[in-house]
């Protein structure tokens, strides 16, 4: 009999495999795919009448609409039901706001909020030394000195942004600023040395929206190190899709847990439902306006139909410099759209012709199903949460069957910074 861990695992790849034209694709591969097709005609001809506001509700709400085809309110249902994401954070004491003025509004939330948790929770774990992973400039530590009288270690692999931050802070107070990479191999030796005090220090590591392999192996090396010195881990992850990968193919650090192991068997998720992982969330979905929509349906579809039409021309849209790239894509209208392409290439007039005559026939019968793309993105919105869900599960799951008191928090408002799911976890109190 499976435990209710196992089980979740199960269900939440049954969903997966069932819907895999939904999140293992390329977006940009969109036209050359056909994907719209591989959607069930009853879900198409649902959503296609549905207006931009009632899109913005499909992914939490839309099984509460009466025209809603049975097997996409199954589907809407199941996705909720596999969430582990929450939206509104954890009650904190708040903290007086000494944060710089010039920190936008985004990272003063989270600054704020990471803060008022990590004090707490050092308090609890009698931590005196708190090490900033990923520190930037520095903010969060200061907002912690503020707090606190503890020790203070930033790492960054970007050299100016620990002297930056090194400057910025009063001599005396005892902080450090270390201009370090954590690789994906890194040993234990070496992450004990990087990261742990002396013998009678407590670390707190913290972690804010560590990207890619950062957090798995931050995780890894938590899992054995020793509990006296390091007690305590609080860790929000970012950048799913860029975890490292095997020459299969296979993601290193993505089943973490023997039990999400076991429930992926064979199955892999591709690059692109690690990106859709990290995509925005149901609650900032719903507060998009029609303008965001048109602008997002533009460069959707615009980014399709150029990797359509390079791939029948046996050429690789990445070799478009930058502000190639940008301009095509904010193209308000079709034929600003080919003239950018155009404009791109060193050209003959009689290529640019042929050129501008190959794009008008791809574009004609494909524009009748340009009312497929909000749609298609909502549901993807809808299966964000069971993707990230896995994830999180899975690493929450690794820490648990290594003994330690594993959690997932909400620390932030998912409406203003949608990573908001904190790991954290410590020795038993």
């Not at 390091?230 to 950048?239: E, H």
């Not at 349906?297 to 070799?319: M, T, W």
Request: charge should be negative; aromatic fraction near 8%.
């Amino acid at each position: 009999m499976k435990t209710n861990e196992e089980q979740y695992f199960h269900d939440i790849l049954d969903l997966l495999k069932k819907y895999e034209y939904l999140h293992s694709l390329r977006n940009i591969d969109f036209f050359l795919q056909d994907q719209w097709k591989k959607l069930p005609n009853d879900w198409l001809l649902f959503l296609k009448d549905l207006t931009r506001d009632e899109l913005n509700q499909l992914p939490r709400n839309g099984h509460d609409h009466p025209k809603c085809p049975e097997t996409l309110k199954s589907f809407l249902i199941e996705c909720g039901r596999l969430s582990v994401l929450t939206d509104e954070p954890l009650a904190m004491q708040p903290l007086p706001d000494t944060i710089s003025k010039s920190v936008k509004q985004k990272k003063r939330h989270e600054l704020n909020h990471l803060t008022s948790f990590i004090v707490s929770l050092c308090d609890q774990l009698n931590c005196n030394r708190v090490v900033d992973i990923g520190c930037g400039l520095g903010h969060l530590l200061r907002a912690i000195g503020n707090q606190r009288p503890l020790k203070l270690v930033g790492i960054d692999s970007d050299a100016a942004c620990c002297s930056k931050a090194s400057t910025s802070f009063d001599v005396q107070s005892g902080s450090e600023f270390r201009s370090k990479t954590i690789t994906a191999n890194a040993t234990k030796h070496q992450l004990d040395e990087m990261l742990l005090g002396s013998e009678s220090d407590r670390t707190a590591i913290v972690s804010l929206h560590g990207c890619g392999d950062l957090q798995p192996t931050i995780l890894k090396w938590f899992a054995e190190a020793d509990r006296a010195k390091a007690p305590l881990l609080i860790a929000v992850a970012w950048c799913y899709h860029k975890m490292s990968c095997g020459e299969d193919g296979t993601c290193i650090n993505f089943p973490l847990s023997s039990c999400c192991s076991t429930a992926l068997d064979s199955f892999r998720v591709s690059p692109s439902s690690l990106r859709l992982a990290c995509q925005e969330t149901a609650i900032r979905w719903e507060s998009q306006s029609h303008e965001d929509h048109d602008k997002h349906e533009r460069s959707f579809v615009h980014a399709s139909l150029l990797q359509l039409f390079f791939a029948n021309k046996g050429l690789d849209p990445l070799s478009l410099q930058p502000r190639h790239r940008r301009r095509i894509m904010s193209s308000c209208i079709f034929e600003a759209f080919v003239e950018a392409i155009l404009a791109s290439f060193e050209l003959s007039a009689v290529v640019k012709a042929e050129w501008s005559e190959e794009l008008n026939k791809l574009w004609t019968p494909l524009s009748d199903y340009t009312f497929a793309v909000e749609p298609f993105t909502a549901l993807q919105v809808a299966l964000q949460a069971p993707l990230e869900s896995l994830l999180l599960s899975d690493r929450l799951a690794f820490l648990k069957e290594r003994g330690l008191n594993a959690s997932l928090t909400p620390v932030f408002n998912a409406a203003i910074s949608p990573r908001n799911m904190t790991i954290v976890a410590h020795e038993f109190l």
